[in-house]
Protein backbone atom coordinates (compact mmCIF):
# COMPACT_ATOMS: atom_id res chain seq x y z
CA UNK A 1 0.00 0.00 0.00
CA UNK A 2 1.19 3.56 -0.84
CA UNK A 3 1.59 5.81 2.00
CA UNK A 4 2.43 9.49 1.52
CA UNK A 5 3.34 11.94 4.31
CA UNK A 6 4.33 15.39 3.72
CA UNK A 7 7.23 17.90 5.39
CA UNK A 8 8.68 20.94 6.01
CA UNK A 9 8.31 24.44 8.43
CA UNK A 10 4.95 24.99 9.45
CA UNK A 11 5.70 28.68 9.88
CA UNK A 12 7.06 30.91 7.15
CA UNK A 13 6.99 34.51 6.77
CA UNK A 14 5.58 36.77 4.52
CA UNK A 15 7.42 37.11 1.07
CA UNK A 16 9.69 34.45 2.21
CA UNK A 17 9.25 30.56 0.15
CA UNK A 18 7.64 27.77 1.31
CA UNK A 19 9.19 24.41 0.60
CA UNK A 20 7.42 20.76 1.39
CA UNK A 21 8.43 17.62 0.67
CA UNK A 22 6.50 14.57 -0.03
CA UNK A 23 7.40 11.10 0.87
CA UNK A 24 6.50 8.05 -0.64
CA UNK A 25 6.56 4.89 0.76
CA UNK A 26 5.38 1.31 -0.14
CA UNK A 27 6.42 1.84 -3.82
CA UNK A 28 9.00 3.65 -5.70
CA UNK A 29 8.00 7.15 -7.06
CA UNK A 30 9.05 6.26 -10.52
CA UNK A 31 7.64 2.89 -11.38
CA UNK A 32 4.17 2.27 -12.41
CA UNK A 33 1.57 4.95 -14.32
CA UNK A 34 1.77 7.28 -11.54
CA UNK A 35 1.84 10.90 -11.44
CA UNK A 36 1.90 13.52 -8.19
CA UNK A 37 0.43 16.32 -6.71
CA UNK A 38 -0.22 19.05 -4.57
CA UNK A 39 -3.67 20.17 -3.39
CA UNK A 40 -4.07 23.00 -0.21
CA UNK A 41 -7.15 23.17 1.18
CA UNK A 42 -7.30 27.00 3.34
CA UNK A 43 -9.01 26.57 6.59
CA UNK A 44 -12.79 26.63 6.02
CA UNK A 45 -12.51 26.74 2.41
CA UNK A 46 -12.54 24.49 -0.51
CA UNK A 47 -9.96 22.22 -2.00
CA UNK A 48 -7.34 24.30 -4.79
CA UNK A 49 -5.37 22.21 -6.92
CA UNK A 50 -1.60 23.41 -7.12
CA UNK A 51 0.11 20.97 -9.52
CA UNK A 52 1.10 17.42 -10.67
CA UNK A 53 4.38 15.92 -11.49
CA UNK A 54 5.28 12.87 -13.40
CA UNK A 55 8.45 10.85 -12.33
CA UNK A 56 10.27 11.90 -15.90
CA UNK A 57 9.93 15.62 -14.30
CA UNK A 58 6.93 16.64 -17.00
CA UNK A 59 5.22 19.31 -14.36
CA UNK A 60 1.82 21.12 -14.41
CA UNK A 61 0.58 23.85 -12.36
CA UNK A 62 -2.47 25.86 -11.68
CA UNK A 63 -2.40 28.95 -13.70
CA UNK A 64 -3.26 31.19 -10.73
CA UNK A 65 -0.20 29.83 -9.34
CA UNK A 66 2.26 29.36 -11.97
CA UNK A 67 4.15 32.25 -11.83
CA UNK A 68 5.33 31.04 -8.20
CA UNK A 69 5.33 27.19 -8.23
CA UNK A 70 7.63 25.20 -8.55
CA UNK A 71 7.31 21.12 -8.32
CA UNK A 72 10.06 18.86 -8.65
CA UNK A 73 10.64 15.09 -8.07
CA UNK A 74 13.93 13.28 -6.95
CA UNK A 75 13.56 9.75 -7.52
CA UNK A 76 16.92 8.58 -5.48
CA UNK A 77 14.86 9.58 -2.53
CA UNK A 78 11.55 8.84 -3.06
CA UNK A 79 9.96 12.44 -2.73
CA UNK A 80 8.77 14.91 -4.58
CA UNK A 81 8.44 18.51 -3.27
CA UNK A 82 6.55 21.82 -3.58
CA UNK A 83 7.94 25.45 -3.79
CA UNK A 84 5.73 28.34 -2.92
CA UNK A 85 7.66 31.64 -3.69
CA UNK A 86 6.44 35.13 -2.58
CA UNK A 87 4.31 34.38 0.34
CA UNK A 88 1.63 36.19 1.36
CA UNK A 89 -1.49 35.28 4.46
CA UNK A 90 -3.46 33.88 1.24
CA UNK A 91 -1.39 31.06 1.21
CA UNK A 92 -1.93 30.05 4.72
CA UNK A 93 -3.51 26.66 3.99
CA UNK A 94 -3.44 22.58 5.01
CA UNK A 95 -1.33 21.22 2.04
CA UNK A 96 -1.60 17.32 0.81
CA UNK A 97 0.28 15.42 -1.55
CA UNK A 98 -1.01 13.04 -3.49
CA UNK A 99 0.04 10.00 -5.36
CA UNK A 100 -2.28 9.16 -8.79
CA UNK A 101 -1.98 5.61 -10.38
CA UNK A 102 -3.48 6.41 -14.20
CA UNK A 103 -4.73 3.48 -16.55
CA UNK A 104 -3.51 3.56 -20.24
CA UNK A 105 -6.00 6.54 -21.30
CA UNK A 106 -3.84 8.87 -18.64
CA UNK A 107 -6.94 8.99 -16.19
CA UNK A 108 -6.36 8.50 -12.03
CA UNK A 109 -8.17 5.33 -11.02
CA UNK A 110 -6.39 4.63 -7.69
CA UNK A 111 -5.76 7.90 -5.42
CA UNK A 112 -3.39 8.24 -2.44
CA UNK A 113 -2.93 11.15 -0.40
CA UNK A 114 -1.57 12.42 3.00
CA UNK A 115 -2.73 13.09 5.53
CA UNK A 116 -2.20 16.59 4.62
CA UNK A 117 0.50 19.54 7.14
CA UNK A 118 -1.01 22.84 8.03
CA UNK A 119 1.58 26.23 6.96
CA UNK A 120 0.75 29.27 8.04
CA UNK A 121 2.41 32.72 6.58
CA UNK A 122 2.80 34.93 9.54
CA UNK A 123 5.38 37.62 10.79
CA UNK B 1 -9.94 30.17 -15.69
CA UNK B 2 -12.07 27.28 -15.64
CA UNK B 3 -14.94 26.86 -13.16
CA UNK B 4 -16.72 23.57 -11.69
CA UNK B 5 -20.03 24.70 -10.03
CA UNK B 6 -21.49 22.79 -7.43
CA UNK B 7 -24.50 23.72 -4.53
CA UNK B 8 -22.72 24.99 -0.98
CA UNK B 9 -25.03 22.91 0.77
CA UNK B 10 -27.78 20.17 0.71
CA UNK B 11 -29.80 18.88 3.88
CA UNK B 12 -31.16 15.04 3.65
CA UNK B 13 -32.88 12.71 5.91
CA UNK B 14 -31.45 9.56 6.94
CA UNK B 15 -32.73 7.04 4.14
CA UNK B 16 -33.24 9.39 1.16
CA UNK B 17 -31.25 9.91 -1.54
CA UNK B 18 -28.44 13.08 -2.04
CA UNK B 19 -27.80 14.16 -5.57
CA UNK B 20 -25.47 16.61 -5.88
CA UNK B 21 -24.64 18.02 -8.76
CA UNK B 22 -21.67 19.97 -10.02
CA UNK B 23 -21.37 22.01 -13.60
CA UNK B 24 -18.60 23.02 -16.27
CA UNK B 25 -18.09 23.22 -19.95
CA UNK B 26 -15.64 20.71 -20.20
CA UNK B 27 -17.38 17.79 -18.44
CA UNK B 28 -18.50 16.98 -22.08
CA UNK B 29 -14.71 15.88 -22.63
CA UNK B 30 -13.39 15.05 -19.24
CA UNK B 31 -13.97 12.86 -16.67
CA UNK B 32 -14.96 13.79 -13.06
CA UNK B 33 -14.12 12.65 -9.81
CA UNK B 34 -15.83 12.69 -6.66
CA UNK B 35 -14.12 13.38 -2.87
CA UNK B 36 -15.84 13.00 0.26
CA UNK B 37 -14.00 14.90 2.96
CA UNK B 38 -15.08 14.70 7.15
CA UNK B 39 -13.90 17.21 9.18
CA UNK B 40 -10.44 17.50 10.10
CA UNK B 41 -9.72 14.68 7.68
CA UNK B 42 -7.78 14.47 4.15
CA UNK B 43 -10.31 13.75 0.89
CA UNK B 44 -11.05 10.43 0.16
CA UNK B 45 -12.32 9.59 -3.74
CA UNK B 46 -15.55 7.96 -3.88
CA UNK B 47 -16.40 7.96 -7.42
CA UNK B 48 -13.79 8.40 -10.35
CA UNK B 49 -13.91 8.34 -14.23
CA UNK B 50 -17.53 10.04 -13.67
CA UNK B 51 -19.10 6.64 -12.95
CA UNK B 52 -16.73 4.28 -11.15
CA UNK B 53 -16.55 3.30 -7.71
CA UNK B 54 -13.29 2.62 -6.04
CA UNK B 55 -13.07 -0.76 -3.89
CA UNK B 56 -14.21 0.04 -0.53
CA UNK B 57 -16.63 2.83 -1.25
CA UNK B 58 -20.55 1.25 -0.32
CA UNK B 59 -22.45 0.81 -3.08
CA UNK B 60 -25.18 3.87 -2.09
CA UNK B 61 -22.32 5.76 -3.67
CA UNK B 62 -22.92 6.37 -7.70
CA UNK B 63 -22.22 8.77 -10.31
CA UNK B 64 -23.83 9.51 -13.43
CA UNK B 65 -22.88 11.95 -16.17
CA UNK B 66 -24.92 13.98 -18.93
CA UNK B 67 -23.58 16.76 -21.15
CA UNK B 68 -22.10 19.79 -18.85
CA UNK B 69 -23.23 17.68 -15.60
CA UNK B 70 -22.09 15.00 -13.43
CA UNK B 71 -24.14 14.17 -10.53
CA UNK B 72 -22.97 12.17 -7.23
CA UNK B 73 -26.18 9.94 -6.30
CA UNK B 74 -25.69 8.81 -2.21
CA UNK B 75 -28.78 6.30 -2.01
CA UNK B 76 -30.20 5.56 1.58
CA UNK B 77 -27.66 8.30 2.74
CA UNK B 78 -26.81 7.34 6.66
CA UNK B 79 -25.54 9.33 9.49
CA UNK B 80 -22.06 9.02 8.59
CA UNK B 81 -22.08 10.36 4.87
CA UNK B 82 -22.80 13.50 6.21
CA UNK B 83 -19.20 15.61 4.81
CA UNK B 84 -18.22 18.45 2.44
CA UNK B 85 -17.98 16.83 -0.98
CA UNK B 86 -16.25 17.87 -3.83
CA UNK B 87 -16.07 17.42 -7.59
CA UNK B 88 -12.79 17.63 -9.89
CA UNK B 89 -11.65 17.61 -13.46
CA UNK B 90 -9.65 19.16 -15.88
CA UNK B 91 -10.27 21.88 -18.36
CA UNK B 92 -10.44 20.99 -21.78
CA UNK B 93 -6.73 21.02 -22.50
CA UNK B 94 -6.68 18.07 -20.23
CA UNK B 95 -3.79 19.66 -18.23
CA UNK B 96 -5.08 21.86 -15.42
CA UNK B 97 -7.20 19.87 -13.24
CA UNK B 98 -9.85 22.10 -11.29
CA UNK B 99 -11.88 21.33 -8.25
CA UNK B 100 -15.51 22.59 -7.53
CA UNK B 101 -16.25 24.94 -4.55
CA UNK B 102 -17.56 22.19 -2.47
CA UNK B 103 -20.99 20.77 -1.24
CA UNK B 104 -22.00 20.67 2.56
CA UNK B 105 -23.97 17.56 3.21
CA UNK B 106 -25.77 17.87 6.03
CA UNK B 107 -28.34 14.36 7.47
CA UNK B 108 -30.62 15.52 9.48
Known amino acids: QVHLQESGPGLVKPSQTLSLTCTVS??????????WSWIRQPAGKGLEWIGR???????NSSPALKSRVTISVETSKNQFSLQLNSVTAADTAVYYC???????????????WGQGTLVIVSS | SYELTQPPSMSVSPGQTARITCSGD??????AYWYQQRPGQAPVVVIY???ERPSGIPERFSGSSSGTTVTLTISGVQAEDEADYYC???????????FGGGTKLTVL
Open chain 1, 98 to 112: AGNLYDTTGYSTVQH
Open chain 1, 26 to 35: GGSISSGNYY
Open chain 1, 53 to 59: IYPSGSA
Open chain 2, 26 to 31: ALTDQY
Open chain 2, 49 to 51: KDT
Open chain 2, 88 to 98: QSADSSGIIDV
